[in-house]
């Protein structure tokens, strides 16, 4: 557990971003350790999706963006990756795009790894954010989800909860993991 956090830390520290505007209203947004598969988006306030593109290749990703056209308003760069997401706020008024360095994120998400009848979730919370777990069980063919568990957890850096999920071959679970305005969910089907 101590390496896969470790390794989470040495992650989030290899994270560089680089904005810079030019003179024909481009934001150029460069961002360094990426990797295929990583998603890409611009979010406003309302978590809404005004843009969204998968990584294609690992190393460096650079693109310019025209922000000028969004409306007055907040706005998200959201970079998820493996095993975190890094959001980058700007704020667009009056056509000039403001990026505001210091309150850049990291949030790394949960890992939930499934071993037989057993279910391990652990997360790094350095931040001591609250977090509710919620597993849903539905039985073979029915359509409704009943919530077997449910627990808030606060004032925690290391979290670790293991689940057996009993009567596995009757059913499905589904994990649900809410932190910090993210949702995370785990489907085991039988």
């Known amino acids: 557990m101590v390496i896969m956090f470790t390794t989470m830390l040495s992650f989030a520290n290899e994270a560089n971003l680089s904005i810079v505007k030019n003179a024909a209203k481009k934001t150029s947004l460069t961002l360094t350790n990426v990797k295929q598969g990583n998603l890409l988006s611009i979010k406003d306030v309302f978590g809404i999706t005004l843009y969204k593109e998968v990584i294609k290749e690992n190393g460096t990703y650079t693109k310019g ?3 000028t056209a969004l409306p007055n ?4 760069f959201v970079l998820d990756k493996d095993i975190e997401i890094n959001t980058i706020p700007f704020t ?7 990026f505001n360095k210091a309150k850049e994120t990291t ?3 949960p890992n939930l790894r499934v071993e037989g009848d057993l279910v391990f979730v652990s997360k790094l919370n350095l931040e001591e954010t609250p977090l509710n777990i919620k597993v849903y069980y539905t039985q073979k063919g029915s359509t409704t989800s009943d919530l077997i568990f449910s627990e808030n957890i606060t004032d925690t850096k290391i979290i670790e909860r293991t689940f057996k999920l009993e009567n596995k071959q009757l059913g499905s679970f589904k994990i649900v993991i809410l932190f910090e305005g ?3 969910v785990k489907s085991i089907n039988s």
Do not use: T, W
């Not at 308003?73 to 998200?76: E, N, R, V």
């Not at 667009?92 to 403001?98: G, L, P």
């Open 107 to 109: 949030v790394f998400k």
């Open 73 to 76: 308003g907040a706005y998200l």
């Open 65 to 67: 963006f025209d922000l």
């Open 182 to 184: 993210n949702e995370f």
């Open 92 to 98: 667009v008024k009056s056509n000039i795009v403001a």
